[in-house]
Every structure is written in structure tokens, then in C-alpha cells.
């Protein structure tokens, strides 16, 4: 073996001036050891709200970047007397967040994590018909009855801090529990549950309300968390309205009042075919695009 590798070194180095490097099993541990927390490091950023706030501190760099292309001197120095401070700062912004994602890596297997490694497969399918179906179905018997409901349900970015604020459940999701869960003078009434995949995870749970001040006084309090909840996240948030039980949808803070069941449905599918919906928003962005040049041309 050392032979091979010795005949392949000299090859490479008479003819492309490149040496292989000498890799011993240290190397190989440490580079396990830095991928588990490189892994771990992009687990917490997807799950929880810190990608939000990492962006905002990747425009501000962004923003320095630039300002040192363009020789803005004046920046610069402001930069680097907030350098001397910006450690802080970040501990303080990201203190909850790094406090639970410690809690968390403490819990961590590590031997779970390395035979866990292979089974990332992309997903093709969020969630079956049948749980969509009742979903739908029960969101519009409540509204005809006017039994008031909030559910979530995922998207790419799981909810795991919201989850928390609940009561954990992890059941099949089914038109039967939904109505139940959210049945007048029931314990688990009060609060949106969570829906990952075919489960719902959580019920109970506390969302934040939306600080927008632009949105009508008319909204309740569970409009207003769906629209919350949807300004933090990529999920999908159903509202059946007590008052009217009429069915809203909240989705990137912008709130649908008042849709029809297919309109409903509509949506989930986008939510339930995630690769089918990257494709068809690569599509209409090129559309765009294509028009914004032709506009461009005219």
C-alpha cells in the first residue's frame, strides 16, 4: 500500500507539481470531531429562529465588506472600535439560543449522530392526502360551528422552541383529534398545535403576536399569532375564526382571510410537494425575470 501511494506522490509531483499530503488517524478523528460540530452547528441554525438573526449579522459584514472595497474610512473606524464590543454583543443577541443549543448538544448521542449519517434523503413528500384532507375537513366543520382554531404546520424550518411552550401530544393527525383539541371548555383548546409531517407534535403551544401596527384593530388575538408566527418562519398557520368561522391562512406575514376550501388546499399541496414547489418557484422566477427584460428591451 505504502508503495501505491509513494509511486502515485512521485507521479503526481513530477507532472503536476502536487504532493500527497500525509494523512495519519488523528487527522481523520479531528475531522470527524469538527464535521459532528459543524453538523451540530447548522442543526440549531435550522431549527431555530438563529438563521433570522445570523442573516442580519451577514449584512452588517456584508455592509463593512463594502465599505473597505470603497475605502469609506469614517466606516471602517467605527468598525473597528465595534469590533472590540461585537463578542458581546452576539452573546447577549444569541444567549437564548446558545444557551439551549448547549442543553441540547449535552443530550446528544454521539454514536447516534455518526449512524445517522447516511439516512439524509430529500423529501418528496411532506405529508400524506388523507392527513391534508382532514386537516380541511375539520378546519371547515369548526368554522360551521364556530369553534375557533390555530394550527401550524411546518415547513422547512422546524418549530421546536414553540413546541416546547405546549403540551407535547405526537399522535396521527385526524379529523376527529383536531376537533377535539380544539372543542370549547377542553384543556387543550386554548393555544395553536403543531403539525410536523403526519403528527401533531404539540398542543397548547404560545405563539408570538404580531407587532405589525399597520393590521386592522379588527383582528383577534389568534389572527395576530398566526401573522406572528408566519413573520419568524416559513411555516403555514390555519386560523378558524370564532367570531365568523371564517378560514384564514398566514404565510411570510401576510395574512389570507376568508379562503375556500380548495384555496386551502391549494396551499397545503405547495407545503406537501416541497420539491415540486422549488421547481415551479425557479420557474416563475425566470418568468419574471424573462418579462423584466423584454420590459427592459421595449
Known amino acids: 500500500m ?3 501511494i509513494n509511486s502515485l ?5 513530477d507532472y503536476f507539481g502536487i504532493s500527497i499530503p500525509d494523512v495519519q488517524i488523528t487527522d481523520v478523528v479531528e475531522i470527524i470531531i ?3 460540530f459543524f453538523y451540530q452547528v447548522l442543526k440549531w441554525v435550522q431549527n431555530t429562529r438563529t438563521w433570522i438573526l445570523f442573516r442580519g449579522v451577514l449584512i452588517i459584514i456584508g455592509f463593512f465588506v463594502l465599505a473597505a472595497l470603497l475605502q469609506m474610512n469614517t466606516i471602517l473606524w467605527l468598525g473597528e472600535k465595534l469590533l472590540n464590543v461585537a463578542l458581546f454583543m452576539v452573546i447577549v443577541v444569541f444567549q437564548p439560543e446558545l444557551r439551549k443549543a448547549l442543553e441540547n448538544l449535552g443530550r446528544k448521542n454521539i454514536f447516534s449522530f455518526l449512524t445517522s449519517l447516511g439516512m439524509g434523503r430529500s423529501i418528496s413528500k411532506r405529508f400524506e392526502d388523507k392527513t391534508m384532507n382532514d386537516m380541511i375537513m375539520a378546519c371547515y366543520e369548526m368554522g360551521a360551528v364556530k369553534t375557533g382554531a390555530l394550527i401550524v404546520v411546518e415547513n422547512e424550518m422546524r418549530l421546536d422552541e414553540v413546541e416546547r411552550t405546549g403540551i ?6 385526524s379529523r376527529q383529534l383536531l376537533i377535539n383539541i380544539f372543542e370549547k371548555n377542553t384543556p387543550l383548546h386554548d393555544g395553536a398545535v403543531i403539525v410536523r409531517g403526519d403528527r401533531v407534535v404539540a398542543a397548547t403551544c404560545y405563539l408570538p403576536l404580531s407587532e405589525n401596527m ?3 384593530k379588527a383582528l383577534g388575538t389568534r389572527h395576530r399569532a398566526a401573522i406572528g408566527i408566519s413573520e419568524i418562519c416559513d411555516a403555514l ?3 378558524v375564526s370564532e367570531e365568523t368561522g371564517r378560514v384564514s391562512i398566514a404565510q411570510n406575514g401576510q395574512l389570507t382571510e376568508g379562503v375556500t376550501d380548495e384555496q386551502l388546499k391549494e396551499r397545503l399541496m405547495e407545503l406537501q410537494h416541497p420539491e415540486e414547489s422549488n421547481e415551479q418557484d425557479a420557474k416563475s ?3 419574471r425575470r424573462a418579462k423584466d427584460e423584454t420590459d427592459n428591451n421595449a
Do not use: K, N
Not at 168 to 173: E, G, P, V
Open 285 to 287: 422566477r425566470l418568468g
Open 34 to 36: 469538527i464535521a459532528f
Open 9 to 13: 506522490d512521485g507521479f503526481l509531483g
Open 237 to 239: 398557520t390555519i386560523v
Open 168 to 173: 407535547t401530544l405526537d399522535a396521527t393527525l
Open 214 to 216: 399597520e393590521l386592522s
Open 2 to 4: 505504502d508503495r501505491i
